[in-house]
């Protein structure tokens, strides 16, 4: 068994040390040139790890995943967020609450809330030069980003920064949370998976190092509730699973992708009971954490959602977005060519899903509509990295990797190129799959033909 497992431990521990030395010394996003050749190589070993998975023994796997995803996300917390200013957000929005104010009710830089201000936040001194420093419009220096608009994060979210608020009230609070986050939902994983291997392309994935627990981009605490809730679904438990769906839409709202997967094969069937429980399970959770907020703040809980949509170029005349689409039709029609596209895996998902393994549907509507988007966030495809995880489809990790050379570079060129490649990907690998199991197949049928008893003629 130690000759099966000791290749594997030893890529794992390779891919450990070169996360490490990215994240402490890779660059950042004020020095980006060495982030590629150390995200390249962090890809290379991750997938060699994968590979040498597959040798490991069936009672093997389920320690070595868990080992391997916690040496993985403790390296995120071997230096502060290198990659995103975000984080310095969520703190603060977790100070605010503390002292006993909405997180909607005023913008970071108002003068209301200047007794919360902090070094840690506000520094003070240093020329406000580095990478994460902002100027106000008063010329006072800060780290949170767009410090003149309200917060955009929805009430679990808000929740899940109050909560990590007295563990230190700092950036090492939301990376320590990332980190228990990324664990959690890779032993969730292997609950759900059967304990598979498959696990690991969560719990060993670069992009969780960086985007989930050196960033702490609060993006991981949906993952861990819409692959929760799926399991839940999965296994009939529609009360819980869709509390738990709605919890993870009322934290960054992208996991509203994942319900018509939870509800797979609706249109091919009558609806039941447990159907109604779910939707209204989710509806309910969802009102019910949103509650609080619009009675403190009414329709300011929408916060700078708006703003944000127009400034990403999710409008008519500002787009930023869809940019494989716009590669084949007029800008104008972008928008509403994805929408068509997007409804119309939804309508097959819903007639022909399978409800035993609703991350299937969730997965092919989340990927889907990232690659119609083509967003430059990475981390928004931390949800498709766990339904990966869930479903086995590896090929689809070229899109949050897509999003992570967009982010990088910028720009429309590098947009088409990423995520046209990303879809080559996606393409491309099920058809060799496919061609090699017909190779294979056809081999078997050969072996069997020849070793079938000749008949003698008499």
Sequence with gaps: MLTRTLPCAVALTALVTALALTVTGGGTLGDRPPLYDWYALDTALFALAL???????????????????LLVAATGLLAPPRTSDDAYRYVWDGRVQAAGISPYAYAPDDPALFRLRDPGLFP??????????????????????????????????????????????????????????????????????????RAALWGWCPGVTVWAVNDAHVDALGALLMVAGLGCAARRRRGAGGALLGAAVATKLLPALALPGAVSALLARRPTRRDLVLF???????????????????????????????????????????????????????????????????????????????????????????????????????????????????????????????????????????????????????????????????????????????????
């Design 124 to 197: 003070d001194g240093d020329g406000c030069k580095a990478w994460d420093e902002h100027r106000t419009a008063a010329g006072d220096c800060i780290r949170i980003n767009r410090p003149a608009v309200h917060t955009i994060y929805p009430p679990v979210a808000e929740a899940w920064f109050l909560v990590a608020h007295p563990f230190g009230g700092g950036v090492r609070g939301m990376q320590v949370g990332g980190a228990l986050l990324a664990v959690a939902t890779t032993g969730t994983l292997l609950l759900v998976g059967g304990r598979s291997r």
């Design 280 to 458: 209204g399970s989710a509806l309910g959770t969802f009102a019910a954490v949103y509650l609080p907020y619009v009675l403190a703040s009414g329709l300011g809980v929408l916060g700078y959602l708006p703003g944000y949509l127009r400034e990403e170029g999710y409008e008519q005349g500002h787009l930023e977005r869809f940019g494989l689409l716009r590669v084949v039709l007029p800008d104008r029609w972008a928008p509403w060519a994805a929408a068509l596209a997007l409804a119309a895996v939804v309508l097959w998902v819903l007639r022909r899903g399978d409800p035993d393994r609703p991350w299937r549907g969730a997965f092919l509507v989340t990927g889907t509509a990232l690659l119609l988007v083509a967003p430059s966030y990475p981390w928004y495809g931390l949800l498709l990295v766990a339904l990966v995880a869930l479903d086995g489809r590896w090929e689809w990790l070229a899109v949050p990797a897509a999003g992570q050379v967009l982010y990088l570079e910028g720009g429309e060129d590098a947009q088409r190129a990423a995520y046209g490649a990303a879809l080559v990907c996606v393409l491309v690998v099920p058809l060799l799959r496919w061609a090699a199991r017909a190779v294979l197949v056809r081999a078997a049928s050969r072996s069997a033909s020849r070793a079938r008893p000749q008949m003698t003629k008499v």
């Design 51 to 69: 590979l040498l998975l597959r040798r490991v023994g069936d009672r093997q796997v389920v320690p070595v995943v868990l080992a391997g995803s």
